[in-house]
């Protein structure tokens, strides 16, 4: 073609009439030679676009919808509730009628705590906490009891063995020397046929004043007289007497007052036979772990 174009500006008007009849039946050649190839393409483009729509509205779960407006509320009528997953703005309040969160929900003790509770306890009492040796439940340096003593003990008899003192010593004297965090006295078995629940409180009082003054910062805690077996049962009245009065004492003092009478007795209000070490008044193992068990869940209400 670019011979032809070289003659087309060269020849005469004749020559230039047969330069142009080739141009336009070659153009006319081309056009026929595309025009199919394009229709296929748009055809094909369009099935895409047919089929594309077809998958889109059957698929499953298919486009969800468009959202409606919100229409503003008809006067008498409730408002349309929150999508699930929305939270209310800050600063907005429940509902009239709705239950509000409590601002701080007390959690039961761990057994972690309840361990860090009683690892700083010093143990004061009769053959019922000196048991707590026996079966391996607190260390000696931790327990000090005496069989058969009684409340007038803590003051008047030198019982208490101190890792690096040489002989006994009090109650008071020992507690000066050792500082514990927090002590649990446990007397009364051996005293309800001694005095009356108002002597005994007397002398309780006494005996919580003197730990007092020997160690200031230590926490007193008081345990509940147990409950005797069946065959103790003519004590029940009298334990039931003395633990209204150390109830008492302790809230007058400001002390926690451990009623584990709660957890030792049974409906009946005597010693549960599984905590009985076979003679009505002394605890067994199962008997004092549950003591234990029943210190450890109550820190916090035990130190009033």
């Known amino acids: ?62 486009r969800a919808p468009a959202p409606e407006s919100a229409a503003a509320p008809v006067a008498g009528q409730p408002a349309a509730p929150a999508a699930p997953g929305n939270t209310a703005a800050p600063g907005n309040t429940a509902a009239p009628g709705s239950a ?102 007397a002398r309780y009082a006494e005996a919580i004043a003197a730990i007092r003054a020997a160690s200031p910062d230590t926490l007193i805690l008081v345990n509940a007289v147990p409950p005797a077996g069946i065959a103790g049962a003519e004590k029940g009245a009298g334990i039931a007497a003395f633990n209204a009065a150390l109830a008492e004492l302790c809230a007058k003092e400001g002390l926690g007052f451990l009623n584990s009478c709660e957890a030792l007795a049974g409906e009946n209000g005597l010693l549960r036979e599984e905590y009985q070490a076979g003679d009505n008044f002394h605890l067994s193992a199962a008997g004092l772990a549950a003591l234990l068990e029943y210190i450890a869940a109550r820190p916090v209400a035990s130190a009033v």
């Open 100 to 201: 509000a969160a409590p601002e701080s929900v007390p959690q039961p003790v761990t057994d972690e705590a309840g361990a860090a509770w009683l690892e700083g306890m010093v143990y004061l009492g009769d053959s019922n906490i000196k048991n707590l040796i026996e079966y391996g439940l607190a260390p000696p340096e931790r327990v000090l009891a005496e069989p058969g003593i009684g409340i007038d003990s803590v003051l008047g008899y030198p019982y208490a063995a101190v890792p690096g003192v040489e002989g006994y010593v009090t109650v008071p004297e020992a507690l000066a020397i050792m500082r514990p965090a927090r002590v649990l006295m446990s007397y009364g078995t051996n005293d309800t046929e001694l005095y009356s629940a108002e002597e005994f409180a």
């Open 1 to 62: 073609m670019k011979h032809k174009y070289r003659n087309y500006k060269r020849g005469n008007a004749a020559s230039r009439a047969g330069i142009n009849a080739d141009f336009s039946r070659a153009r006319k050649g081309r056009g026929a030679a595309w025009l199919p190839a394009a229709l296929l393409v748009v055809l094909a483009a369009l099935a895409l676009l047919v089929l594309a729509g077809l998958y889109l509205a059957h698929r499953p779960g298919g």
